[in-house]
Nanobody
Framework: QVQLVESGGGLVQAGGSLRLSCAAS????????MGWFRQAPGKEREFVAD????????LYADSVKGRFTIFRDNAKNTVYLQMNSLKPEDTAVYFC????????????????WGQGTQVTVSS
């Protein structure tokens, strides 16, 4: 089992920045990739970014490319999502997830999920 705890969400004006954190604990030795997803009201959960736990290769959704950065701190078993130039359409609950099979943009390929953190971007 892997436990994931997100933090760092909040309310920010358009053009602002936020940094989300996801602390992992438990059987993290089986983790191959960590990802961030988001879900806005009335919409399906969508992929945002992910990162190979070893090697650091990253993958981003087109909608956030160039604005968001996913990175990790191995010593803290924590993955971050730095979000810059935020837009109202980035408003959603953001979830982190871990995969034991590898990098993927599909939520079904992730085994463990955090509880989510709300990000609200005002115009």
């Amino acid at each position: 089992q892997v436990q994931l705890v997100e933090s760092g969400g909040g309310l920010v004006q358009a053009g602002g920045s936020l940094r989300l954190s996801c602390a992992a604990s438990g059987r993290t030795d089986s983790t191959y990739a960590m990802g961030w997803f988001r879900q806005a009201p009335g919409k399906e959960r969508e992929f945002v970014a992910d990162l190979w736990w070893s090697g650091g290769r990253t993958l981003y959704a087109d909608s956030v490319k160039g604005r968001f950065t996913i990175f990790r701190d191995n010593a803290k078993n924590t993955v971050y999502l730095q979000m810059n130039s935020l837009k109202p359409e980035d408003t959603a609950v953001y979830f982190c997830a871990s995969s034991s099979s590898g990098s993927s943009y599909r939520s079904k390929d992730y085994d463990y999920w955090g509880q989510g953190t709300q990000v609200t971007v005002s115009s």
